[in-house]
């Protein structure tokens, strides 16, 4: 589950509670109450990304990053379709790219590094035609970047040294 430390519970304060999600720290809502950003960057956040994010239909951004949320990406996370920012900079995440996430083609930007991921990037990059910005620095990747990353003609930043 994700945890945080206990001395900043009270900035958590209306998290879990019958309060309306759109009043919790981080949560950002639209107009008509449905969750489109959750934006909770260095809070100390550990363990894997729970399951229960699928059920924000509307998620367009999500910023976990520099916290310690380890385990493998979970395959889940390609559920979060129509979400266009996935941040998780810095974090303990370990493992391979999932291969679902490659369906996010809606992705603009996609920020994986500081982290342990490991294996080679597959050539499903390619069918991520909107991505604009993609950082996969400081992991543990080896081979050689796909050709098919010549396909994402919107790609301004891509970060891949230190692996």
Same mark, same amino acid.
């Given at each position: 589950?994700?945890?945080?430390?206990?001395?900043?519970?009270?900035?958590?304060?209306?998290?879990?509670?019958?309060?309306?999600?759109?009043?919790w720290?981080?949560?950002?809502?639209?107009?008509?109450?449905?969750?489109?950003?959750?934006?909770?960057?260095?809070?100390?956040?550990?363990?894997?990304?729970?399951?229960?994010?699928?059920?924000? *239909?509307?998620?367009?951004i #999500?910023?976990l990053?520099? &916290?310690?949320?380890? +385990?493998t990406? !979970?395959?889940h /996370?390609?559920?979060l379709?129509?979400l266009?920012e996935?941040?998780?900079?810095?974090n303990?995440?370990?493992g391979?790219i999932?291969?679902?996430?490659y369906?996010?083609?809606?992705?603009?930007?996609?920020?994986l590094?500081?982290?342990?991921?490991?294996?080679?990037?597959?050539?499903?990059?390619?069918?991520? *035609?909107?991505l604009?910005? #993609?950082?996969?620095?400081? &992991?543990?990747?080896? +081979?050689?970047? !796909?050709?098919? /990353?010549?396909?994402?003609?919107?790609?301004?930043?891509?970060?891949?040294?230190?692996?």
């Amino acid at each position: 589950d994700l945890s945080t430390d206990e001395s900043i519970s009270n900035t958590y304060y209306y998290w879990l509670s019958h309060d309306h999600e759109c009043t919790w720290y981080g949560v950002t809502c639209d107009e008509n109450g449905s969750v489109v950003r959750l934006e909770l960057p260095e809070n100390n956040l550990n363990g894997p990304i729970p399951g229960e994010l699928i059920h924000l *239909t509307s998620l367009r951004i #999500l910023h976990l990053q520099h &916290n310690l949320l380890s +385990g493998t990406l !979970p395959t889940h /996370i390609a559920h979060l379709y129509p979400l266009i920012e996935l941040q998780l900079l810095d974090n303990m995440f370990s493992g391979t790219i999932p291969e679902e996430l490659y369906d996010l083609t809606t992705l603009q930007k996609l920020s994986l590094g500081w982290n342990d991921f490991s294996g080679t990037l597959s050539t499903r990059i390619g069918e991520m *035609t909107n991505l604009q910005m #993609l950082s996969l620095f400081d &992991n543990k990747f080896d +081979g050689t970047i !796909p050709s098919e /990353i010549g396909k994402l003609s919107f790609l301004s930043f891509l970060y891949t040294h230190s692996n």
